[in-house]
């Protein structure tokens, strides 16, 4: 598609500020359009009461992971943000565990070599604790540089703000995020008569019913690591009970509680999932729930842009949402994730004005609800992890989203009541405690361990961690 085109698109998508103008048919993948005089696209952002030229001339370099929300940001970043500004921004991508080392190697050596990247909220203390990066309410309160009104920070979902946030300060901006949801085969509960589970007992009972060894009764991510078996993990230690830390601040990961959750997890995996899942992450585990060949999981709610395309899934229109059962402990716990823009301490004073209005102008509602529908190629996917209530409640973004007529409550009601900003402890040493943890959980899910054994190999080495 031309120029001219995607001119078009901009122009309705951001300068009418609503996803009722946004086009339905695909858009191709932008160049860079240099225009000069009025630029109507620019307008929703021309009304805040702030000089976005201010740091013209300057270059940022960002980190981010290799995602399809991203790659949106991506291509409407020239476009609007440097026409809008005129600062520079140039991308790196990396996988995400890579992206991890390569951020804290910057930080920690002060070379100020990326002015933000795509971070772990649970990085956040860590980063904190050192002075690598600065509050964001230094930048939230100055008037040159935001507008609270036009921002109106508190449209962004609350709990991810909380999750970014250490001793009450905001060090990372949510931009994208999601929650944990279960989904399943509604088609299959119906052939079995079976109703969706709000227990965790009840999972269980539908995941043997439901397996075949064809179409087996569950996958959850087996794989190791922070985002992998340590993203599922933690909701279960929650759910029956668990606490990381007793009230005297002594670990407790191998309490009753975190090997009745573990345990859990054990059978699931073992008995009633694909051959090999403990070595899976989320592609894997949504590649053969689209092929017909799980028959439910716990994951990611974005997962469903891709299971309900029918280009992608043969599973489209069959499948159920809803809210994490409940575990022993009558909580249901999310997984919470959101990627959080921090902003590194070691750039320049011009660096930083031009970090800061690339993470608010890429956290604002208009390019939050631009990049929603932006449609890449004929086979993208649209944007389910919005940062801000506002547009979840926006009727025309629901209707990208109305995968089912609950689809977005089961959302929202995850995001509001499931979700925990503790639901991993927000201190510095969590890196290294995530890494033990999820060694353990993978010793005890590969049968090398038992849970007992897993866990309490893990707290004595939490223990040290925590200088105990």
């Known amino acids: 598609m031309d120029r001219v085109n995607r001119r078009t698109f901009l122009k309705g998508a951001v300068a009418l500020g609503g996803m009722a103008a946004l086009p339905s048919r695909t858009i191709a993948a932008p160049a860079v359009i240099k225009q000069t005089g009025d630029n109507p696209v620019l307008g929703p952002y021309q009304e805040a009461k702030i000089d976005w030229r201010q740091a013209e001339g300057e270059s940022i370099a960002l980190l981010i992971t290799p995602a399809h929300y991203f790659e949106k940001f991506r ?15 140039q991308f790196e991508v990396i996988p995400p565990k890579e992206l991890r080392e390569k951020a804290v190697l910057d930080l920690a050596a ?7 990247h795509t971070g772990d909220p649970m990085y956040l203390p860590l980063y904190q604790s050192n002075e690598w990066v600065d509050p964001l309410d230094e930048y939230l309160n100055d008037p040159s540089l935001t507008d609270p009104a036009w921002f109106a920070l508190d449209d962004i979902i609350p709990s991810w703000l909380a999750a970014d946030s250490v001793d009450g300060k905001l060090y990372g901006m949510p931009v ?9 085969r509604a088609d299959v509960y119906k052939e079995l008569g079976i109703n969706p589970p709000q227990t965790l007992e009840e999972l269980a009972q539908t995941v043997a019913l439901a397996h075949t060894a064809e179409r087996p009764g569950i996958a959850l991510r087996g794989f190791q690591g922070a985002g992998q ?3 599922i993990f933690p909701s279960l230690f929650l759910e029956f009970g668990g606490q990381w830390f007793d009230a005297d601040g002594n670990p407790t990961l191998n309490s009753e509680a975190g090997v009745s959750a573990l345990d859990y997890y054990v059978s699931a995996l073992q008995q009633y999932a694909p ?3 403990e070595n899976w992450n989320w592609p894997e585990i949504m590649e053969a729930f689209a092929g017909g060949g799980v028959s439910q999981y716990i994951d990611a709610n974005s997962t469903a842009s891709v299971i309900e395309n029918p280009a992608k899934s043969k599973v489209a229109g069959k499948v159920g949402y809803q809210r994490w059962p409940a575990g022993p402990s009558g909580r249901r716990v999310t997984s919470i994730w959101n990627w959080a823009m921090p902003i590194n301490s070691r750039l320049s004073d011009g660096q930083k004005k031009a970090a800061w209005l690339y993470i608010q102008w890429l956290a604002s509602r208009p390019t939050q609800m631009v990049s929603a529908s932006y449609m890449e190629t004929p086979e993208a996917v649209v944007r389910t992890g919005v940062n801000r209530t506002s547009i979840w409640g926006d009727p025309e973004y629901q209707k990208l989203v109305n995968f089912t ?27 290294e405690i995530g890494e033990v ?10 049968g090398q361990k038992m849970s007992q ?9 939490i223990v040290r961690i925590m200088g105990g």
């Open 75 to 89: 291509a409407v970043t020239d476009d609007i943000f440097t026409e809008l500004t005129g600062v520079d921004v």
């Open 110 to 116: 002060g070379s100020g070599n990326y002015a933000s």
């Open 176 to 184: 994208e995020g999601e929650a944990t949801i279960h989904i399943y």
């Open 229 to 231: 078996n340590m993203y």
């Open 275 to 277: 051959a090999g899942v």
């Open 405 to 431: 007529e609950d689809y977005v409550d089961v959302v929202l009601t995850s995001l509001k009541e499931d979700t925990d900003p503790d639901w991993r402890p927000r201190v510095p040493q969590w890196p």
């Open 437 to 446: 943890s999820a060694i353990a959980v993978q010793a005890a899910l590969t």
């Open 453 to 461: 054994q897993a866990l309490d190999d893990a707290n004595a080495e």
